[in-house]
DNA sequence: AAGATTTGAGACTCTTTATTCTTAAATACG
DNA sequence: CGTATTTAAGAATAAAGAGTCTCAAATCTT
């Protein structure tokens, strides 16, 4: 599995909050509904989000989560690495410690031209671009 | 994580056959030396590949596993996929059931494209590839 | 035949991840 | 002020992955 549950979880959310219309905080109880998690379980990963500085939330009526910064310039890669941590961006296929130019394992040269790639992948798409390839054209969020 | 820690393993023990320089059956226990790995579990790991037709095993003194076919002809997604399933290759990144050319989440046509990368990395490239690219040049399959 | 070696199979334990539940803190509103 | 709403925090539980242990089966050697 290329990313965990939760950060599966943290990823469609944040893409929720994004394509949200309106302005103001949106209650993790009407994401959690409308993509079909358990609202507990959401609220702990978003927490998460909101630690790293990607979110901003506010308790109370009215209150929810919004994010803290314009959607153009959240990369995906900043979730991911909010969740997941930055293991997947480098560590080595398989899986041993200190593999890298000096003492690459048979596989490393291959698996960097990838890994890279992956990262720059994320580190290159805001959540907006794809909020915005996402308007209408039947692309969802839900199961 | 992308592969799991036994596949990680298993693809370690199946290099390690492949560069071993004699004839006939290596011990599991002399692998799991090599690599630092619990022979127990190695073993556990090992009967995936056996079954998978990847391996070949022989039991008492002597005994040991083997590559069933030549290493030119063992791909590395053969591995994977007998003991992480073929998930990997299929899944979508948020994890949405049914995503699709038909109802794609955000991420699917750019994930696609890494996917199918990964996918043809690990279906062209042989057991025999990385083994002859190891010798000598302190590529290492151990800690 | 007896004993040593090595894989096969399955139960068992430990750790991590996933998920739920409970209580506290902040905020809004009447 | 009191109550409803909503996030925060952390305990508790469930499920999956990782790793260990025991015994059985096959094979070789003496």
Known sequence: MLLS?????????AL???MSEKEGYVPIRVISSDLGMSAHFLTKILQQLTKAGILKSFRGPNGGIALARPASQV???EVVE??????????C??????CGERQPC????KWMIER???AALFATTTLDQLADSSEGVGVRLAG
């Open 93 to 98: 296929m398989l899986g041993l410690p200190g």
């Open 16 to 18: 929720y909050v994004s």
């Open 82 to 91: 909010a969740i997941d941590g930055p293991e997947l961006f480098r560590e």
């Open 106 to 109: 048979p596989l490393h040269n």
């Open 5 to 13: 549950k939760s950060c599966e979880y943290g990823l469609r959310a």
């Open 75 to 77: 990369a995906l890669i």
């Open 116 to 118: 890279e790639r992956l």
